[in-house]
């Protein structure tokens, strides 16, 4: 623990100007963002007694081990820059929402020939025109199903429209007419496009000009006595209004507007939004988050403004946010909005009418989901909990191990020796800092030797990182630091193998040999699930219903899953190669005319120079190269069947192994 008077600035250094500031850690990882009207004010009220800080600020303050800052020339920049350096540098005391769930957005692909209508979840497309998000899948679907009747837009996958365009016939959605068919080009991509665009027009909120119209011509075919026509027309006008019953009116005067309600406690805040378009609720999420720093309802309502129209512009962004408490900087806020958007946003807090009855219903909404998510991850947090506090007790550990990284090695009869490292925090799976190696020091299988060589790589980028940051004084030390996260830089308190006493042994001597004698080491082998520790002549054996245990062996599992996944990626591409990539300037075009000309591999191995050359492309040099290589590259071992016992014949197209 820091005392935030060792890293304190001199009152002069700190500018009285608006600017952000990062807080750092003694591994230099930043820990902390914020942003300030003016610096020196700010930072000033971090450094004071201890005793009246809020805990969770006096928390970060005592891990941090530096800070720094940035000036900006407005509010609005600095704005924009807290929500870059969040995003970039994931700090761990700063709120962060994570979603309950991946939305699913209905979207129109209007960046392609004829524009598709799906159901589309993760990041934006650019070209892609969303509406949403909605809160099932299987509601867009049924809206889409009402609404192709009037508008029948593409909505299968691109190999679906090249088959039917081979085919010449439409799928079945084009003879029930559901689909215009412009795979087999019923209608022009011209046509096909207006059709899009007027769908999009009605899930925009442009309805009811779009029903007077059909209802019009309604009038006008019956009065013509075009009855059949009229009845179709009716029948497209009910399947519309049906649509829109699925979105009641909840703004009686069209508006387009997010309304954001937070339901928070001491340790965890929820965020509800609903997606009002044309009046209409079109869409609905939620967030929720643990407040990891003191921050009241503005503070939650802003980082929440800043999640959702960070990566937004357009009319992604709505004329209107209606919000329960106003951010201390609003006008900072609606300006950015405002830029994001391309022309003004009101950010308000709505006092009376609908809109006010509005908000009541999404802050009950925001009040179920913070129940839900506490009743969900109760159970979670304590089994985990318990299970790190037996790994511990049962291990001799000071404290639970909250890092735990585990190693295996994975090989083939000895080939493509290949081992695994996965980590995990707090007993979840912290999947971007898996990392694959490959086994450089020998040949052969060994695996007490591999695991060695593994945990002595692993270990030895950790040292290296630790001497570059500083915190070791190393003679190439620079001076500062970008703050992201770095391979190798955070060492865990317990390291897992896979294996029983030998592989432990293996991993203990590579951290003796390193110096380092702060991390714990175990094996679990997997024919007991006996845990292993090193020096001991006995393993520890935990209960079979042991909590402690079912998480080593979803570590251990893990490891090796992700060990045999890249060890047979790595034999499908040797087992790919031919000698023929040895060739200089043989493209792969080429490559493949000569297999089909020959047939094989081997029959092309049997082949002269004049009898290559005759192959379309082929020039004297390179069919010399082709001989040479083919001659320096040992002939593979034929197959041979098992119960036959009869050598096959290469047949394979070059593939050689």
């Not at 044309?278 to 967030?287: I, N």
């Amino acid at each position: 623990m820091a005392d935030p008077s060792s890293y304190r600035p001199k009152p002069g250094e700190i500018p009285d100007s608006p600017g952000v500031y990062r807080f750092r850690d003694d591994h230099r990882r930043v820990i902390y963002v914020g942003k300030a009207k003016s610096l020196r004010q700010r930072l000033a009220s971090y450094f004071q007694d201890l005793a009246n800080l809020h805990p969770r600020t006096a928390t970060m303050v005592t891990t941090a081990s530096s800070v720094e800052w940035t000036v900006v020339s407005t509010e609005v920049e600095a704005l924009q820059l807290e929500y870059s350096w969040i995003k970039e540098y994931d700090p761990r005391f700063n709120v962060k929402y994570r979603d309950d769930k991946s939305y699913p957005y209905l979207a129109v692909t209007l960046n392609e020939e004829f524009p598709r209508v799906q159901v589309m979840r993760g990041a934006k497309r650019k070209g892609v025109r969303y509406f949403g998000p909605y809160g099932h899948a299987w509601a867009i679907r049924e809206t889409v199903d009402l609404m192709l009747r009037v508008f029948p837009v593409r909505t299968c996958s691109a190999g679906v429209f090249r088959n039917h365009q081979q085919k010449g016939r439409p799928c079945l959605l084009g003879y029930i007419g559901k689909c215009s068919a412009p795979c087999v080009g019923r209608v022009t991509p011209e046509e096909h496009r207006e059709l899009a665009d007027e769908f999009c027009d009605f899930m925009a909120g442009r309805t009811g000009t779009y029903i007077r119209r059909l209802e019009r011509q309604m009038t006008d075919a019956a009065e013509e006595m075009e009855y059949e026509r009229a009845a179709r027309l009716r029948d497209d006008i009910g399947a519309l209004r049906r649509a829109l019953e699925k979105n009641a009116v909840v703004l009686a005067d069209a508006t387009d507007a997010d309304v954001i309600a937070v339901a928070e406690d001491e340790l965890e805040a929820a965020v509800q939004i609903f997606h009002v378009r044309g009046g209409r609720v079109r869409g609905q999420r939620g967030w929720v988050t643990d407040k990891v720093e003191a921050v009241d309802t503005a503070g939650l309502v802003e980082h929440a403004l800043q999640q959702l129209y960070g990566e937004e512009s357009g009319d992604a962004v709505p004329k209107e946010v209606l919000v329960p408490a106003l951010p201390d900087d609003s006008d900072a806020v609606s300006q950015w909005l405002g830029q994001r958007r391309g022309s003004n946003v009101s950010l308000r807090i709505p006092q009376r009418g609908d809109k006010k009855d509005l908000m009541a219903t999404v802050q009950r909404n925001a009040l179920q989901a913070l129940g839900l998510h506490k009743t969900k991850r109760a159970s979670d947090l304590t089994t985990r909990s318990r299970a790190l506090e037996e790994i511990a007790e049962a291990l001799g550990l000071d404290s639970a191990p909250l890092r735990i990284e585990c190693f295996d090695i994975s090989h083939l009869q000895g080939e493509d020796v290949v081992a695994s490292m996965v980590v995990f925090e707090d007993g979840l799976a912290r999947k971007s800092e898996y990392r694959r190696f490959q086994i450089k020091t020998f040949e052969g299988q060994d695996d007490v030797r591999s695991m060695h060589e593994v945990i002595s790589r692993r270990f030895r980028r950790y040292l290296a990182e630790k001497d570059r940051t500083g915190e070791w004084i190393g003679e190439d030390a620079p001076a500062e630091d970008d703050g992201k996260p770095k391979r190798f830089a955070y060492p865990p308190q317990l390291v897992v193998v896979d294996g029983g006493k030998p592989q432990v042994a293996a991993a203990q001597r590579a951290l003796d040999e390193l110096g380092i004698d702060d991390v714990a080491v175990c094996g679990l082998a997997k024919r007991l699930e006996e845990v292993w520790l090193p020096r001991e002549d006995d393993p520890v054996i935990l209960p079979r219903s042991s909590e402690g245990l079912y998480l080593l062996q979803r570590v251990r599992d893990t490891a090796h899953d992700f060990a045999i996944r890249y060890q047979r990626s790595k034999r499908t591409k040797r087992i790919r190669t031919s000698p023929l990539d040895a060739v200089p300037g043989l493209g792969e075009t080429r490559k493949q005319a000569l297999i089909k000309h020959f047939g094989s591999v081997k029959r092309l191995r049997q082949a002269t120079i004049e009898q290559i050359c005759e192959v379309p492309g082929m020039g004297r040099k390179t069919a010399e190269s082709v001989v040479v290589a083919l001659a320096q590259a040992a002939p593979a071992v034929p197959a041979v069947n098992t119960a036959t016992g009869e050598i096959m014949e290469e047949n394979d197209g070059g593939s050689t192994t």
